[in-house]
């Protein structure tokens, strides 16, 4: 064996121990994308300013990997309701959550539409699929964890409340943060139904192959 080929196999597992090392430090297992696992309903900087924007905005995680918590820091409640692509533009203009609640429940072409209206309200944590438009409400707990696929179309995670204000938290069963898993790949966006002009997106993936998964 050469010297050349000697240093070439040596700067090659030189290569795989870093982007080995790397990948448990930075992910669920070897190769995935890191997954950012808190998301901020609204922050306060060290500037001393103030946003009602979802906090990243925009996140790509495993299919199947670590569950996202969407926590609340400021005094101004919020909602994390997951609705089809279509609709983000026309609720955006908005300025207020029952308009954003009727137009989405406009949007499912329900004979049932009516009596959505008057059960159905920013407060409800509910879910409706694509199939048949089933309408499946909870018990808001911040213990649970919450699991969305592509058959669901809307999902309202109900009030969340500031996690430091425990006079809220403690009436009418309210959330102070809400935990969501993702089982299916694909592009969830959601709002906020108090300020429909906040959006997020996450983007749900395949792991990725790594160069250590292909040669062992």
Request: proline letters at 4%.
């Amino acid at each position: 064996m050469s010297a050349i080929q000697l240093m070439f196999i040596l700067l090659l597992l030189l290569s795989l121990l870093i982007t080995f090392s790397f990948g448990i430090a930075y992910g669920n297992h070897f190769g995935d994308i890191t997954i950012v696992s808190n998301v901020f309903t609204g922050r306060e900087f060290s500037n001393g300013t103030k946003s009602l924007e979802f906090f990243p905005n925009n996140l790509t995680v495993n299919v199947g990997g670590e569950p996202i918590q969407w926590v609340n820091e400021l005094k101004e409640p919020h909602t994390v309701t997951f609705i089809p692509e279509s609709l983000i533009t026309r609720l955006s203009k908005f300025n207020d959550s029952s308009s954003v609640m009727n137009s989405i429940l406009d949007s499912l072409n329900n004979n049932n539409t009516t009596n959505l209206k008057t059960k159905l309200t920013p407060e409800t944590q509910f879910l409706i699929t694509n199939n048949n438009n089933e309408v499946f409400t909870s018990q808001k707990n911040n213990d649970d964890n919450i699991t969305l696929n592509q058959s669901v179309s809307i999902f309202n995670s109900g009030i969340i409340f500031p996690n430091n204000n425990n006079n809220n938290n403690n009436q009418n069963n309210s959330l102070s943060d809400i935990t969501i898993n993702f089982s299916e790949e694909g592009v969830y966006r959601y709002i906020c139904l108090i300020h429909p002009w906040t959006t997020g997106t996450v983007n749900i993936v395949k792991p990725q192959t790594s160069i250590y998964d292909k040669l062992f």
